[in-house]
């Protein structure tokens, strides 16, 4: 079956970063696209940044754009979200997802916060 679990959050400062790592199973890994998206206590999810299969093109929400970078290796079924100048705004649970067909699966998330 599909699993996704994230790690890497953590209590950090603004200005400062994190790398957030997700290790997927359950599929063939290098066939789906992955995403990462977020939820800011008390708001609706948010979706952060997706990339495609080869890890060739990278989609980024318009709040982050330049500061995250999203990338992922094949080989380890391992997708990252390293996150620069972390503002007090990036404070959430981001998770990992992916889509197959009509069905999305996402892991538990880990939570960042910037303060």
């Known amino acids: 079956h599909v699993q996704l679990v994230e790690s890497g959050g953590d209590l950090v400062q603004p200005g400062g970063s994190l790398r957030l790592s997700c290790a997927a199973s359950?599929?063939?890994?290098?066939?789906?696209?992955m995403s990462w998206i977020r939820q800011a206590p008390g708001k609706a999810l948010e979706w952060v940044s997706s990339i495609d299969t080869g890890g060739t093109n990278t989609y980024y929400a318009d709040a982050v754009k330049d500061r995250f970078t999203i990338s992922r290796g094949n080989a380890r079924n391992t997708v990252y979200l390293q996150m620069n100048s972390l503002k007090s705004e990036d404070t959430a649970v981001y998770y990992c997802?992916?889509?197959?067909?009509?069905?999305?699966?996402w892991g538990q998330g880990t939570q960042v916060t910037v303060s």
């Open positions: 359950g599929f063939t890994f290098s066939n789906y696209y």
């Open positions: 997802a992916t889509e197959m067909g009509w069905v999305g699966y």
